[in-house]
């Protein structure tokens, strides 16, 4: 059975795929949808959804059309997720692999490196960086990237210990290639399975954290957020539960369509754990 | 039937409170307790040492000051029955309450007034010392109830120094020939005030009893005032809708929560108390960056911000749209100025006519709660209306501090206490000689016009009242027309209390002295 079967067979995989379709297609065409800024103060203020066919979601504390402010969210979520995965695995994998094929000292050295960042409570630390370089995209995408790439760092470091000792990469040792090549060319490229399942649940927990941060107020102030929005919104959750509630379901649905999706891929890239399902 | 139920409670509840307006006169009874919230938990009691809001807000009940001010800012007899101004302005002459005694029994005298005026205050009070220094010639007693200061000039605010955040009396036998800030009776202050303090237990509560020996007969009507310490502003609001206290001073819960619970049965909702104090919110803009320098800029910039809106909408309605530095509700206010309504045509006008190019300006958002963040986001979209691209920076509170006091920012919120006369509270953000680093509530804009300086010093020891009126008329009209900072709102902090605690409100500082005559029904 092929990879695609595999993952079609899965029905919540499909339902996450539909979802997270969906999600870019409204990022990409947020712009057109929504040209003018979300901040605009459009319309009065707390109004419900569907009082208003100007505001099909409603509008918030200040008047802004919460709508707008969902598709420009919806970008800028998935942007820092993306963006902070790549970030985290660009970290993660040269040192996972580096442990993993050295051995030895490096090995000892590098996995110290990481437990030192890994037992620090991530969440925590992602606050006091983000502090420290005043909220901004890039600080933000940092922070995330920092506390989210100790993880990938041990999948690829086991997954390389395991790979190193097989036949061809025995072979490439013998024929004599350099110790760059034998990983970038023989090793890594048999890692990239668990990387990619890895990386789709990654980008799941860095929209919730970036999420979180800009609930607790420290989001990029000049960018519409979902985190933002709840946060703006919560303190009038009694008496307009609209503001809070329709981007705290979007936070919901698409980080569950990432990890439906990383299960998927899961089954679909790993085929002797799928079989044990059949 | 809950609703029902609860529809009824109300309307009985309203024909309570009905029934008890009407008779307002009716003399107060004596006894009961009261709970109000202190937030946050202030630093320390003695009043002479510490300024806090919260400080005053509790210790005004405990110490007193010569004079008293009503909601007109007009003084009233307090530990100084009545007082005389003569020479031409120079001389004031106090006389004092006879039959006045400290909590701890000693009686009180004009030495304990002279001690504190001369001695205390002139070695520990940042608002007392300048004026003592610069303005005092000499504070002497003439007999035991009565006290003389001369003045080296005319100074027309030294009544409003009386008041008792900037003048308490202290008592001269627990200070005198002290270390004052090491003197262990700082944590039991003894005062002459209609309440003593019997326990703080610290993070809880602090637990006033009523001054059986009080001067006034009858008062205070209380037996005993507890102010409660919550840290949480919604956790306060519950405590008043669960019934814990009473009293939600000014501030205490966030505006927009004022609207729902003012919708509680047996409550009560005043703006008043707060004259003294009048707060002042402005944009401070910094003018050594670039194009905030030009007068039409920030003309254009004024122009463009919807003020209602901010009031309405932000604010929950709450204040008033100020025309110029000077509260309306501060003496010496003045409306014949240079007036700016929100004209989104004329700011592009003028913004096009001073030659911006572009440039993004910083917004250094002020990091004291969500209603000012929203306010940072309303501002920001009105100037992106006419063009000029705000970038919002967010910090926390030592940061914010820092930064404004090293002039590293281009534009930021703050709001000012008038503290009654604008020689004490307003000229400070205006004049050139305040231009200093290391203070946010300094001029930190960098604003400077020897014209108006030059009218501010004036103003402050011309010898009649009319004389002052017309310098700070003239002050008022060149700072409206300069615009050294873009005033938003003269600021209400209401107090919500349940209505059958009776005259808790009467004074320019309302609760902060507001428990002598405050009784309940």
């Known amino acids: 059975m092929s990879g695609l079967a595999r993952f079609a067979r899965n029905r919540g995989a499909l339902i996450g795929l539909v979802l997270l379709v969906l999600l870019i297609a409204v990022a990409l065409l947020g712009p057109s949808l929504y040209p003018t800024s979300p901040w605009r103060l459009v319309g009065r203020p707390f109004m419900a959804p569907f009082a208003m066919d100007r505001f099909p979601l409603g509008t918030d504390t200040l008047g802004r059309d919460i709508a707008a402010g969902l598709v420009h969210g919806a970008r800028v979520s998935l942007l820092i997720g993306l963006v902070s995965t790549l970030v985290s695995l660009m970290i993660g994998v040269p040192v996972g692999a580096l442990a993993g094929y050295l051995g030895g000292v490096a090995d000892d050295l590098l996995m110290r490196f990481t437990e030192f960042f890994q037992t620090i409570p991530s969440f925590a630390l992602a606050i006091v960086i983000v502090a420290i370089l005043q909220p901004s995209l890039t600080s933000i995408v940092i922070a995330i990237a920092i506390v989210s790439w100790p993880p990938v760092a041990r999948l690829v470091r086991g997954e390389v210990m395991s790979l190193r000792s097989r036949e061809y990469v025995l072979a490439a040792v013998t024929v004599g290639q350099s110790t760059p090549r034998i990983i970038l060319t023989q090793v890594l490229p048999n890692t990239v399975a668990p990387i990619v399942v890895m990386g789709s649940l990654m980008v799941a927990s860095a929209i919730l954290l970036e999420s979180s941060l800009s609930f607790l107020g420290l989001g990029d102030p000049n960018l519409m957020t979902w985190g933002y929005m709840v946060g703006a919104g919560r303190t009038r959750l009694l008496d307009a539960w609209w503001i809070s509630f329709l981007p705290g379901l979007a936070i919901f649905l698409t980080v569950l369509a990432l990890n439906l999706v990383g299960e998927g891929l899961n089954d679909a890239l790993n085929p002797r754990l799928a079989r044990g399902r059949d | ?521």
Request: glycine fraction near 8%; aromatic fraction near 12%; hydrophobic fraction near 40%.
């Open chain 2, 1 to 521: 039937m809950p609703s029902l139920r609860i529809a009824t409670a109300a309307a009985f509840v309203s024909l309570l409170a009905l029934g008890s307006s009407a008779g307002w006169a009716q003399a107060p009874k004596r006894g009961g307790t009261v709970h109000a919230i202190v937030t946050p938990e202030p630093p320390m009691l003695m009043q002479g040492l510490s300024q806090t809001g919260p400080t005053n807000m509790v210790a005004g009940n405990i110490y007193e000051s010569l004079l008293r001010f009503d909601e007109k800012l007009n003084p009233q007899p307090s530990l100084a029955r009545s007082w005389e101004v003569t020479d031409g302005a120079k001389v004031y002459t106090f006389k004092l309450q006879p039959n006045v005694k400290w909590h701890d029994g000693k009686p009180f005298s004009a030495e304990d007034v002279v001690f504190t005026l001369d001695k205390f205050l002139r070695e520990v009070h940042p608002r007392w010392r300048p004026i003592a220094n610069a303005q005092v010639e000499k504070i002497e007693q003439l007999d035991a109830e009565t006290v003389r200061i001369t003045l080296k000039q005319p100074f027309g605010p030294l009544l409003f120094a009386m008041e008792v955040a900037s003048a308490p009396i202290v008592p001269k036998h627990v200070y005198e020939g002290t270390d004052y800030k090491a003197n262990p009776m700082n944590n039991t202050p003894i005062g002459t005030g209609p309440f003593k303090l019997k326990e703080w237990k610290r993070g809880s509560y602090i637990h006033l009893v009523r001054n059986e020996d009080y001067w006034i007969k009858d008062k205070p009507a209380l037996d005993e005032v507890f102010w409660q310490i919550i840290p949480d502003a919604a956790s306060r609001a519950v405590a008043y809708e669960t019934g814990k206290v009473d009293v939600l001073t000014g501030g205490s819960v966030d505006i927009f929560d004022v609207p729902r619970l003012a919708q509680l049965p047996n409550t009560c909702v005043t703006t008043k108390g707060w004259e003294m104090f009048a707060p002042h919110a402005w944009i401070t803009v910094n003018h050594r960056n670039g194009i905030l320098g030009n007068k039409q800029f920030r003309q254009g910039l004024m122009h463009a911000i919807d003020r209602e809106f901010g009031k309405d909408v932000v604010w929950n309605g709450y204040g008033k749209i100020p025309t110029g530095p000077i509260s309306s509700k501060t003496k010496f206010y003045s409306d014949d100025v240079k007036k700016y309504d929100y004209d989104v045509k004329k700011a592009r006008d003028l913004i096009k006519q001073s030659g911006y190019k572009g440039e993004t300006i910083k917004f250094l958002a002020l990091p004291y709660g969500e209603t000012w963040t929203r306010w940072a986001e309303a501002v920001k979209q009105n100037f992106a209306e006419v063009g000029v691209n705000l970038e919002i920076v967010t910090t926390d509170v030592p940061g914010w501090v820092q930064k404004t006091s090293d002039w590293d920012f281009d534009l930021t919120f703050n709001f000012l206490y008038q503290l009654g006369d604008p020689a004490i509270g307003v000229s400070r953000s205006y004049v050139s000689s305040n231009i200093a680093k290391g203070n946010p509530f300094g001029n930190v804009g960098g604003y400077s016009n020897p014209e108006a300086d030059k009218f501010f010093a004036d103003a402050a020891v011309a010898a009649t009242e009319a004389e002052r009126q017309t310098l700070y008329t003239k002050v008022q009209q060149i700072l409206a027309e300069d615009l050294p900072v873009l005033w938003l709102l003269e600021m209400d902090f209401p107090t919500i209390h349940r209505c059958n605690v009776k005259n808790l409100v009467t004074t320019a500082i309302g609760v902060n002295d507001g428990f002598r005559d405050a009784w309940k029904e």
